[in-house]
């Protein structure tokens, strides 16, 4: 009896050990986690392959309890799963594409509306039943529409390729109509000087617009761009337009120098009556009513691929320099640095409960990191998750806030696998 309890003894303590040198494993030597087991895990690739086109890139693309996810099929075809969040249970897989073996998703704006999930991309509108994963409709159409999209009042703005004015030419304006519009109609055009024409047919354009209310009047913020040939020289500018009184407030705020490629690469991210993007390494800030400059600050890289968020009264932006800036939006003053990665997932919709996740395309590694402190929690390793590929794909990382103070969930791919994760905090 004796010997029989220490060997129980004996046993108790071995797996105690086996307990704790799991939980060593699964951090690094800073203290970081690189390995959670997934609350599940979805093999999305019948065939076998990695998707080898574009996906879902940019969009956190959670519905009530649906996650939406890219996948593979046996053909080779793309489709779209909805899962359910808690269990991972396939609800429906839906593959009505225009193209599906060559067609892309640019997911940064794509729209819920009663149920109804809708997206643009270039030529192309889709309007799927999310709840079963029925087509309500698509179209084909002479425009093609950017990413870019903003609701005011029930009423949609898009940017996109205006075909009418100047047919022979590439010049885009914003368009207006509601959720299942085929076909918008012109709201916005910028002025157009047909002598600055870039590869015969690239004019002005207005590359992002942001609607907004002043003083009881509809208005539109909007970056809008000159090209000069014959090199590929922009210059970019800041304007606000009365829509009611169909007037320029100003249009020739300079936001840069010209430039090779001088354009805005983000969304507009509004603060008050401020609004914050980029061109290329300038961080900048403005007063939108009146068009003067509040702050700006140049870095040693631009902000292209992940770009920024303001959460919790702090600006979060992932440099292609592979810092991560936690900096004060209203001063530009940094707060704090932390450890980002270049080539990274977009950080849009991608912060739950205080910390923003993303995929480093640099690093190899999905990022959990503090925005109040710039610590990072997570630098999960996908070698743990897939020996071969071994990569998180940035286009599909998923944040699904479950309310009643629970963590939620994030949801992210590797090569060949769709994993959800408790979220961090």
Known sequence: MKYRYFILLGLFLFSISCEKANEGDAKNSSGQIEYLPPLWEKTHTESGRWLDYS??????????????VPFSNLQGKMTLQ?????????????GDFFNPEQEAINGRYVFEEDGVLHWRTGNKAYWVDVRNGT????????????????DLNGTIYWNATETDSFPELLVVGVFTGDFYDAFPSLALFPDVDTTM???????TQISTSLPTIIEGQRHLVVTWQQVFPPEWIVQSYLGLYNLDENLWVYND?????PATWGNIENPLVKHG??????????????NYLTG?????????????????????????ANCENKVLYGI????????????GAGTSSSLHDRILNGVVYFAGGSSGYFHAVDIKTGETLWKLDPERYEKSNAYWNGGTVYCADLGDDKKGYVIIQNALNTYCFEAAK
Do not use: M
């Open 55 to 68: 996906t879902s890139t940019g969009g956190n693309w959670i519905f009530g309890n649906i996650a939406v």
């Open 82 to 94: 909805g899962f359910d969040i808690s269990s991972g249970e396939l609800v429906w897989e839906w």
């Open 135 to 150: 087509t309500v409709q698509k179209h084909q159409t002479d425009a093609y529409f950017t990413i870019y999209r903003n």
């Open 273 to 286: 009556n401020t609004i914050i993007s980029n061109i290329s390494t300038k961080l900048f800030c403005y």
């Open 197 to 203: 024409i870039f590869g015969g047919t690239r004019a």
């Open 292 to 316: 003067e400059e509040v702050w700006s600050k140049d870095f040693d890289h631009n902000f292209k691929f992940s770009g920024y968020e303001i959460s919790d009264g702090i600006l979060v």
């Open 253 to 257: 705020v300079v936001l840069a120098e």
């Open 328 to 339: 004060n939006p209203e001063t530009g003053q940094t707060i704090w640095t932390g450890e």
